[in-house]
């Protein structure tokens, strides 16, 4: 299953980098996505990338400030999160779709999930 790292705690303005692995697995060819659950809200979709048809996804409320990326050298999956907020505060997680059925940044479409990693931001 996906493993994810790179949580912690941060101040507004700040930048974090999440990474997912699965060992012995190949990520690239799958479609990936990272996803988000805030304190007693539900999950909500953060960034994809949708192998077919191929597309990178993202939340409105991220848009500019995050990137979803593969590190091919290390079959990794990044989130790079900049210019940190107090609502991004959430547990992480990362999910994957080795079938490559998902069409849609959508949590139900992927099947295989992480245990998450948390991300505080405040002052």
């Known amino acids: 299953r996906p493993a994810e790292s790179g949580g912690g705690s941060v101040r507004p303005g700040d930048s974090l980098t999440l990474s997912c692995v699965v060992p012995?697995?190949?990520?690239?060819?799958?479609?990936v996505g990272w996803f988000r659950q805030p304190p007693g809200k539900e999950r909500e979709e953060v960034a994809c990338?949708?192998?077919?048809?191929?597309?990178?996804h993202y939340a409105d409320s991220v848009k500019g400030r995050f990137t979803i990326a593969h590190d091919r050298a290390n079959d990794r999956l990044l989130l790079r999160m900049n210019s940190l907020k107090a609502e991004d505060t959430a547990l992480y997680y990362c999910?994957?779709?080795?079938?490559?059925?998902?069409?849609?940044?959508?949590?139900?479409?992927?099947?295989?999930w992480g245990k998450g990693t948390q991300v505080t931001v405040s002052p």
């Open positions: 999910a994957v779709d080795a079938d490559v059925t998902a069409t849609t940044c959508s949590a139900r479409e992927f099947p295989d």
């Open positions: 990338i949708i192998r077919d048809p191929y597309g990178t």
């Open positions: 012995g697995y190949t990520l690239y060819y799958t479609t």
